[in-house]
């Protein structure tokens, strides 16, 4: 399924990437836009059938947390950077958009599900719940809630990120707004990180069960590994994104200053 997922995605991308490059506007579909998208869904595709699943699954908290930070974070990232500008609204074929644009119900659906808030809120819960050791181990131990709970993942990181990157250039939110709507998110994310890293006894019945231990590990230091893998995740994905949005916000600011001198010294002549 996933790599079936992945061949669909790459085909609507280049699709949406040769037309735009046949229309003449090469410059909004770059080298870079194709290999930001092939990278996002060679991260998903990779992150749920190499072996980080199965050790994940069976093995290491730390790498099932490694596996849920490349599919709800990483790989929505680089596929939003992938798709910004004119290829967002290249990636369906002209037929399927007219079918799509028709039933009432989808757009809306479709207009709800952009709104900063409701992203905001369906990643922090499902970031919540499915953390929560009874939900983490029935996924585990159910392959059809497993594959919901990643869906969830991919979907929640998407929405959220498509707030951040803004492909579409809806402009939902200002640039000092995706500066705050990322510091929500770093702070909604640690409520999970604060009861991994600073819990004192491990949360996980399927990993403390765990005879072998990959590492030599103990369930606490795994889980801990797990903590300090989804903080090292918000610092590279959110953190690099609040600095280079604060650089932006602040070289903005400069370049404005001196017009801004010259206008009000003629005003005052």
Known sequence: MPIAAAGIALLLYVQA?????????????????????????????????????AIGEDYL????????VLIGDVAPLLLMLGVRGPLSLFLLPPPLLRVLARPRAVRSALRFLLRPSV?????????????????????????LAHELEHASFVLTGCLVWSQLV???????????????????L???????????????????????????????????????????????DQLLTFGTFIALSVARTRAGAATKTPRAYIDNAAKSR
């Not at 870079?32 to 992150?47: D, S």
């Not at 908290?61 to 849920?68: G, I, N």
């Open 186 to 232: 770093v702070f909604a994310g640690h409520a999970v990180v604060h009861q991994l890293m600073f819990g004192t006894h491990a949360l996980y019945p399927r990993y403390v069960a765990q005879h072998e231990r990959l590492l030599g590990l103990s369930p606490l230091a795994d889980q801990r590994g797990a903590a300090l893998v989804m903080t090292v």
């Open 61 to 68: 908290l730390s790498v099932h947390m490694t596996q849920h």
């Open 166 to 184: 803004d492909p579409g250039r809806r402009r939902a939110l200002s640039v000092n707004g995706r500066i705050g709507y990322a510091l929500g």
């Open 17 to 53: 990437f040769l037309r735009l490059r046949r229309r003449g506007r090469s410059d909004h579909a770059t080298l870079l836009n194709l290999g930001l998208f092939v990278a996002g869904v060679a991260v998903l595709t990779l992150a749920l059938v190499s072996p980080l699943d």
């Open 119 to 143: 992203g905001f809120v369906c990643w922090t819960a499902a970031i919540a719940a499915w953390h929560i050791p009874a939900a983490y181990d029935y996924a585990l131990g159910h392959p």
